[in-house]
């Protein structure tokens, strides 16, 4: 009888500590679950991992912390020394919005980098001043079209009342007070644009004159800079393009010239003019 007592107490033992069987340590043999795939694994299904044969208790996961979105880097199709119809587009578009207060040259200078900035601020997006794929897509989605007139304006402020000494024969009718100037042929106004002068040390002169030589890649001779489609009519002092007022505006002057900043008004203007023809500076 107590052979067998004690046959079924070992046989009760067996049983109970084969339910709570570890190793030397105390770690649980229980392998731990497949690792699941993360966003870090681009979207591939993870390989099921055996579990190692010294692995300890799984550690609790952490939270995975999404990472901030990095600012879409665009590819740049326009910066500062750019130039052409695709410009005019942007100048006009960022004119539409308040961002540039000027008529389109089609010239990427200064101003309209610093519009481009403007724009990028109020929108979230670096402060670069180049226009990339980014900024120019954001820019088409809250802007129209351009229209004709909006491309291509005559001049930024309405064109003054000819002086009677431009009402007949060709004329380059030059106005300080509007700051325009005005092909004229018998009367009739065949373009306008804007145009800059010489500042109070440098004043461009007034009276009534002639073309007497055109140049058409003309560089001064004395500050060292391009006159392109130079047309002189007294002495040193010519209509030609200006890249510096195209990029500047306003805020800057010549030596005397008279400057124009739209460069497609001026080539086709340069075309047209011929030496003999009349030129009047007014107030």
Known sequence: MVGLAVLAMTAATAATAGCEARPAGGA????????????????????RQSPSPDASSPSPRAEATPAPTPEPQGTTL???????????ELQARLR???????????????????????FQG????????????VTWQKLLGMTREPTAAELNPPTTVPVARPDKRCMTGRV????????????????????????????????????????????RHHVSTLYHTAMPYAMFFSGGQAVHYSADFAARGYSGASHGCVNVRDEGRIASLFAQVKTGDKVVVYG
């Open 122 to 133: 109020k929108r979230g997006l670096s402060r670069t001043g180049r226009t990339d794929t």
């Open 172 to 215: 380059l009718c030059i106005s300080k007070n509007s700051r325009t100037l005005s092909w004229m042929i018998d009367g009739r106004v065949v373009s306008s644009m804007d145009v800059r002068f010489g500042s109070q040390y440098t004043p461009t002169r007034e009276g009534t004159f002639s073309v007497y030589w055109k140049s």
């Open 78 to 88: 326009m910066a500062s020394g750019s130039r052409g119809e695709q410009v005019r």
């Open 96 to 118: 539409q919005i308040g961002h540039f207060d000027r008529s389109p040259t089609g010239y990427y200078g200064t101003l309209t980098a610093a519009a481009v900035r403007s």
């Open 28 to 47: 649980s043999t229980a392998p731990s679950s497949p690792p699941r795939a993360t966003a870090t694994d681009d979207a591939k299904p993870a390989a």
